[in-house]
């Protein structure tokens, strides 16, 4: 009888313990919180960059594969993530609009854009809107040709403007159509970093 009493005695919590394990979690709660924070808006980024990379290569493969010049035009004034991709001539094979996605005003992230002249220096990041809205044009062959001429967008920086220490990706386009992200705060060396 002894032991079935104390067992019932310990098997409980009494109230300081529960205090003090309250007082813990909300001290972790508090020095953590903005490191899951930070850690949210570095995920925030990295999907959208992989995102953008992904519609890139579909408006390239809807390119060379309607045989036909398809356009994707990208953002807003304001830097939103928007795009639309569409066909440069328009016939019953190739519509108007193939695909778009709308800027969402309560989006909190924001690119900025640069044409091939501009985009060489990614040790400096481009402002939100910088260069928005901004077309590529991916021809029959996936080739993007006038991205070597300078009048395309070749480089688009994806960042989160009310977290600057949560870095920014870099999405880049080339002429021959190949598209790529890179992180500027990695060094050259790595694959990651931009080359």
Not at 19 to 38: K, S, Y
Not at 111 to 122: D, E, F, H, K, Q
Not at 183 to 189: C, E, K, N, Y
């Amino acid at each position: 009888m002894l032991s079935s009493m104390h067992l019932r005695y310990a098997a409980g919590v009494t109230m300081i313990e529960m205090f003090i394990t309250l007082f813990v979690m909300t001290i972790v709660f508090a020095v953590g919180m903005p490191a899951m924070t930070h850690w949210v808006h570095q995920w925030d980024i990295r999907a959208n960059a992989e995102g953008l990379r992904s519609v890139l290569q579909r408006a390239r493969a809807e390119a060379i594969a309607r045989n036909a010049k398809i356009n994707i035009r990208l953002g807003n004034a304001a830097g939103l993530p928007q795009w639309r991709i569409a066909c440069v001539t328009v016939t019953t094979l190739c519509p108007g609009n193939l695909q778009s996605q709308s800027a969402s005003a309560g989006s909190s992230l924001r690119w900025g854009a640069a044409s091939a002249a501009t985009a060489a220096n990614v040790s400096v990041a481009l402002a939100a809107g910088a260069g928005l809205p901004g077309n590529v044009e991916f021809h029959p062959l996936g080739d993007a040709p006038r991205i070597n001429s300078g009048s395309d967008i070749a480089r688009i920086d994806v960042s989160h403007p009310n977290d600057s220490n949560a870095g920014r990706l870099i999405v880049r386009i080339d002429g021959a159509g190949n598209v790529s992200i890179c992180d500027p705060a990695i060094t050259v060396s790595d694959p990651r970093g931009c080359h």
